[in-house]
């Protein structure tokens, strides 16, 4: 494999056996940095009046690093054609996002190999390597989902001190741990050396913390839990919003409660995931919206869950993916002169709010894209959003019977053709199961999208 052979191409081919690059990390670029505010008052932005009074709360890592309370995840970034009409990261965008991220406080970006395409890193580092490597920390994660072998996992660990510009990494995680409990764990890390060489690189300071992500049942996080003593996990990065606080189903997830309690038990950082629920709590139902509204007319709907996850004292930072600036400048108000949740207030969003959304037939997608690019084109985790949202926002067309049936059923098949093109769309899925194994959530698309497209059969048809 060339050397000069694209990441999304490299991701694409996983797999296929190539020689490792070697320790080759790019030295950070020699020319002079300009400060994230200087690059904010150059008008790269201008600037929220607002977010001029207050200050980022601070959490402190086990090595003693300050980080951000809320932190970058860089998943999400906007994406735009190239010349050659492929997908690329608009780079002038994620540039004036992280300027402005950084100029208030933010100094945590998370990122991977496989993100927007396996090109998240490489737009990351152009970003940020613009400014004075103290300014900011980085985390990034070995993604050998598909070729366990030391040959393709050293690319990747090596490709990405190469993309992100840098000659260490602050906070390097095992992506994606859980399905497959030990097997998989030792497969992936343990038989190629892996584990080996981050411990080491930890005690060079080439790494500089060691973690791993969660995705899975109880049993398999134990499982991984009970090698701390043996691997000291420097934090380990959960989902835990109010939702999954106690509502997670127990086969693909695990209550954050229990999480958090364990890991608070072994002192352990935590990072935080799907805050957001991949966006869910940002739009809530509007039964929920209301209630939540009527008490504190002023808070936005994220706020509130933004303040759940970091009233806990032992999460280290809270990542939100922010493709837009009004999102960035609303969860920087939140977590600029931080005021945590009461208990109280903890327990009525845990309990009281998540028991009504219980009796919302949504599905568990927080369109991470990892399914994503299916082999069939199909628009997986659109698909699944738009079902969420008509569900969430009472547009949902359910029956004859229902009070403005008519005009649902119309705005439901028209905003479906909207939001996804008729090439992408559910009725495509041959269920050759190629996501499956993708998804951190454990879905069963193929099924969800086979339903999908039979209800909206039967809506074409005006068979419900």
């Not at 970058?72 to 992280?98: S, W």
Request: proline share 4%; glycine share 6%; hydrophobic share 35%.
């Amino acid at each position: 494999m060339e050397k000069n052979i694209s990441r999304r191409d490299f991701m694409n081919m996983a797999g296929a056996g190539s020689a490792a690059l070697g320790a080759a990390a790019l030295a950070v670029s020699c020319a002079p940095k300009k400060s994230a505010e200087a690059l904010v008052k150059e008008g790269l932005k201008k600037d929220d009046s607002v977010l001029e009074t207050g200050k980022m709360e601070m959490r402190t890592a086990g090595n003693g690093e300050q980080v951000s309370l809320l932190g970058y995840g860089c998943m999400r970034f906007a994406m735009k054609k190239g010349e050659d009409g492929k997908d690329v990261i608009d780079q002038d965008n994620v540039n004036e996002l992280i300027d402005y991220a950084l100029a208030h406080g933010l100094n945590y970006y998370d990122t991977a190999p496989v993100y927007l395409q396996g090109l998240s890193e490489e737009a990351v580092g152009n970003a940020l390597s613009r400014h004075p490597r103290k300014d900011y920390l980085i985390a990034t994660k070995l993604s050998n989902f598909s070729n366990w072998s030391r040959e393709a996992s050293m690319r990747l660990y090596n490709e990405s001190f190469e993309f992100l510009k840098t000659d260490y990494i602050d906070f390097y995680l095992l992506h994606s741990l859980g399905r497959g409990g030990l097997e998989n764990f030792n497969g992936r890390f343990v038989e190629n050396g892996m584990m080996d060489l981050v411990q080491k690189e930890r005690e060079k300071g080439k790494i500089r913390q060691l973690g791993l992500s969660f995705h899975g049942n109880q049993d398999e996080f134990d499982q991984l839990l009970s090698l701390h003593d043996k691997y000291h996990w420097d934090f380990i990065q959960i989902q835990m919003n109010y939702w999954d606080w106690q509502h997670a189903d127990g086969k693909r997830n695990v209550n954050a409660e229990y999480l958090y309690e364990q890991l608070d038990k072994h002192e352990i950082p935590i990072v935080v995931m799907e805050p957001l629920l991949g966006g869910r709590l940002a739009s809530p139902a509007e039964s929920v919206a209301n209630r939540l509204k009527e008490r504190d007319p002023q808070a936005s709907m994220a706020s509130w869950a933004f303040r759940f996850v970091g009233s806990y004292p032992r999460i280290l930072t809270v990542l939100s993916g922010m493709t837009y600036m009004e999102h960035l400048q609303d969860n920087l108000k939140t977590f600029k002169d931080f005021q945590p949740l009461t208990d109280e207030e903890r327990t009525y969003l845990s309990r009281d709010i998540a028991d009504i959304m219980a009796n919302f037939p949504t599905i568990d997608c927080t369109a991470c894209k990892y399914c994503m690019p299916c082999p069939y084109g199909i628009d997986i985790p659109g698909i699944f959003s738009h079902y969420n949202k008509s569900i969430n926002s009472g547009t949902f067309p359910q029956s004859k019977e229902q009070e403005e049936y008519s005009r649902l059923r119309r705005a439901y098949l028209v905003s479906y053709n909207r939001a996804i093109p008729t090439v992408r769309q559910a009725d495509h899925c041959i269920s050759c199961g190629e996501c499956l194994s993708k998804c951190p959530q454990s879905i069963a698309i193929p099924s969800q999208l086979q339903r999908i497209d039979a209800y909206v059969e039967k809506l074409k048809q005006d068979k419900l």
